[in-house]
């Protein structure tokens, strides 16, 4: 599931020649008069003056950034100022403008399909009720320009923790929070004036999956830098030898807990797929951006956007990315042709950390993990019945095997009291809920799954699902 950034499958094929770092005795310069442009947003913070408080802070970053991400400012980043009661309608006006409600209400029904989001739940109203509460700033890459969250009176509250700080609360000004938020997304706009953040994000438009995986780059990039800056690491050499691995350990003890450390009540209360696909980018990311750091420095980083992580797989499993490549399997179902009365909406893919969500009180992690590529196609019928035509391939049979278990025990919650758990799981199971059908089906590495469609289709589906193409992705 994704939220504000695009969502595709094919992914551009780009160079490019980048600036060396400055002179030492230059970076030097930029980083002592970025910090007394800190300094001197902190006064104005204390003055009351806080507007001109982050335009301080803002312009300090754009001569620390530099040194610590080891890559130039092409020219000042665009700023515009808005009110916190102003951000959910600027954000569903974002959302209209990535996807078209067709598009998004596929992702919608797709996920009510497979039972992430129960049937009468408003994404689209949830994800903009999300984001208009988390959000202390944002760098929006269509319009090149940084949005800073302009916030009401409130009472007091205690300083932010992690979490907090990486999505923004509302509270009174904050000098380090505001700090902390605009080295995140000053990151943003450096990467983005290097790298195109906008044509990056089109181009895997139509893959949830690689969506996601470009996200974390996009935000592990950025929460590693704001580590830096909240560390003083104004030249960026400690935080990158920050070990991935510790940070992986503790960020797992933390993991269940995350949603109810911080942030607005709409995020606490939303369905996991939600509030794990919006941490993902960010917890995961930094990772994997940890990692490749750990590796080889900043210098790796700018790598990874030019033979960007192809699934969240990799983004997971950092090895299966760089040290022992693991590329997935891109899956075309071709033509599918339920009976009439049914209409195709949309299709797309799901991918390992999606499966994790699905499966996870049925296998979870251990479960989507051997996921070597999938694509799902979602269907209307008569009186607002969904259909799904969803065929995955894995990395070995009994990774296959393993799925299929952890799937029938999800479909069996799924269909609740109408519906039995098998005594043993087979490799074909066929059930039928009133007059339709819910099938899985395994054959050697390729998992078929159709469900919700009646008798006279879903044989035709489910053999047209194993036809399906797959072929291996490239970059």
């Not at 094929?13 to 007394?36: C, D, F, K």
């Not at 607002?384 to 799937?407: H, I, K, M, P, Q």
Request: glycine fraction near 8%; aromatic fraction near 8%; hydrophobic fraction near 40%.
């Amino acid at each position: 599931m994704k939220g504000f950034s695009a969502t595709g499958v094919a992914i551009l094929a780009l160079s490019w020649t980048l600036p060396g770092p400055a002179p030492a005795q230059e970076g030097a310069t930029s980083i002592r008069a970025g910090t007394r442009l800190l300094h001197e947003g902190d006064r104005l913070a204390e003055q009351g003056q806080f507007t001109e408080a982050v335009i301080r802070y803002k312009r300090g970053f754009e001569r620390i950034l530099p040194e610590l991400r080891k890559i130039p400012f092409k020219h000042e980043v665009k700023r515009d100022v808005t009110k916190r009661e102003h951000l959910k309608a600027l954000l569903l006006k974002e959302l209209d403008e990535d996807m078209t409600p067709a598009e998004f209400r596929a992702n919608e029904m797709a996920l009510k399909a497979f039972g992430l989001l129960p049937r009468d739940f408003n994404l689209k109203e949830a994800l903009a009720q999300v984001y208009s509460e988390e959000v202390a700033a944002f760098y929006d890459p269509k319009t090149k320009t940084m949005h800073l969250i302009e916030e009401p009176k409130a009472e007091k509250k205690p300083k932010p923790g992690l979490l907090e700080r990486l999505f923004g609360r509302k509270t009174d000004f904050d000098p380090d929070e505001n700090k902390t938020v605009i080295a995140h997304e000053l990151t943003h706009a450096l990467a983005d004036q290097h790298y195109d953040l906008d044509a990056l994000e089109k181009a895997v438009k139509k893959d949830d999956d690689r969506s996601l995986a470009l996200s974390a780059l996009i935000e592990g990039e950025a929460t590693l830098a704001m580590i830096g800056a909240s560390m003083d690491d104004w030249d960026g050499s400690q935080v990158v030898k920050l070990p991935a691995e510790s940070l992986d350990w503790t960020f797992s003890l933390l993991a269940p807990f995350l949603p109810f450390l911080g942030g607005g009540k709409t995020l606490r209360q939303s369905p996991p797929i939600v509030s794990e696909s919006m941490l993902f980018p960010y917890l995961k990311g930094l990772i994997f951006c940890a990692k490749l750091a750990n590796d080889g420095g900043w210098k790796a980083i700018d790598q990874a956007y030019q033979e960007l992580p192809m699934s969240t797989e990799q983004i997971l499993h950092p090895e299966k990315y760089r040290a022992r490549p693991d590329r997935p399997m891109v899956i075309d179902l071709g033509v599918l042709r339920p009976i009439p009365g049914w209409t195709e909406l949309g299709r797309n893919v799901l991918g390992e950390m999606q499966l994790a969500v699905l499966l996870r009180k049925h296998g979870g992690k251990s479960a989507a993990a051997g996921w070597d590529g999938d694509r799902y196609a979602v269907f209307e019928g008569p009186k607002d019945r969904l259909g799904l035509v969803w065929l995955s391939t894995w990395d070995s049979e009994n990774d296959a095997r393993e799925f299929t278990t952890a799937y029938i025990a999800a479909q069996t919650a799924k269909l609740g009291k109408v519906s039995k758990p098998p005594r043993r799981t087979p490799d074909t199971l066929w059930r039928n809920v009133g007059e339709f059908l819910y099938v899985v089906q395994r054959r050697g590495l390729d998992v078929a799954v159709v469900e919700g469609f009646p008798a006279e289709a879903t044989a035709t589906l489910l053999e047209a699902a194993f036809r399906a193409k797959k072929t291996e992705m490239t970059p």
